[in-house]
């Protein structure tokens, strides 16, 4: 009976042994740190224009150190090379160069340079509109339409479903903010330097007279005289819904249906009921 019991004893032993070692060995699932790699490589693969600040550095030495910006011939000033094309290169193309200019100058035998970028100066994007910070946002590695907007302060109240993205060559291309926020990567499109995003302002209806809260309103989704009425307060107690007017553009509609749509500008008065 013991042998039994110490049999089992070791077999249970081993199998948590097991697993401990197994959870060891099994990496931890990707934490916040896991896009390092990919945003490390995509600073390297900045390409340079005038205007941006770079920093270069020898690991190790002290007394090499510079922050400069790139010049409008596209060069920078550096200690002991003196100048060296920056502009229309790589992060990683302009290091290597450095590192090969002061091997060959013999200032280091192996120098191990940093380059990185201190601010993005030559590559944006303009966002205006319905945005919370409208202006200019420089880009440093490739974004999407949605990331753009969120670094523009995100939408305003007022901003609708519709977005016109402008490349630089002057082509243009509607999006739908729903699409970008529900749909994949095809509906939110990279952006490229110099490309303009504008979200549209709200497209309202204006409605007068024998309403609780007269003035212009956005039109939201499907939206007919019923709920334009609604929106507005609804009705005052003078006011009836068979005394309505509808003016759109030159047409005038007496008695509309209250199940008519709402278009862009539509004027709607409403009128006194008879007693």
């Known amino acids: 009976m013991f042998r039994h019991i110490l049999i089992s004893a070791m077999i249970l032993l081993t199998t948590l042994a097991g697993v401990k070692l197994a959870t060891a060995q099994t990496p931890p699932p990707p934490g916040s740190a896991a896009p390092a790699p990919l945003q490390a490589a995509q600073r390297e693969s900045y390409v340079l224009g005038l205007g941006d600040v770079v920093e270069v550095s020898v690991i190790g030495r002290a007394d090499y150190q510079a922050r400069v910006q790139i010049q409008d011939d596209g060069t920078i000033l550096l200690p002991y090379i003196n100048s060296i094309a920056a502009a229309n290169r790589s992060v990683l193309a302009l290091r290597d160069q450095i590192r090969q200019a002061l091997i060959r100058g013999q200032y280091f035998a192996d120098p191990a340079v940093n380059v990185s970028v201190v601010s993005f100066a030559s590559r944006y994007v303009t966002v205006l509109g319905q945005v919370n910070t409208p202006g200019i946002i420089p880009i440093d590695r490739a974004y999407r339409v949605s990331e753009i907007i969120a670094r523009a302060g995100g939408l305003a109240n007022s901003a609708i479903d519709a977005i016109t993205l402008t490349r630089a060559d002057g082509t243009q291309s509607e999006l739908s903010l729903s699409a970008i926020a529900t749909a ?45 009425l609604a929106r507005s307060g609804g009705l005052t107690a003078l006011g009836s819904e068979k005394q309505i007017k509808l003016t759109r553009g030159d047409q005038e509609i007496k008695k509309p249906k209250l199940s008519e749509q709402i278009r862009p500008d539509d004027v709607l008065v409403v009128g006194e009921r008879f007693f």
């Open 184 to 228: 994949g990567p095809a509906s939110d499109p990279l952006v490229n330097d110099q490309d303009k995003i504008f979200v549209a302002p709200p497209k309202t209806f204006h409605i007068y007279g024998q309403v609780n809260a007269p003035g212009s309103y956005p039109i939201s989704h499907n939206m007919t005289i019923q709920m334009a």
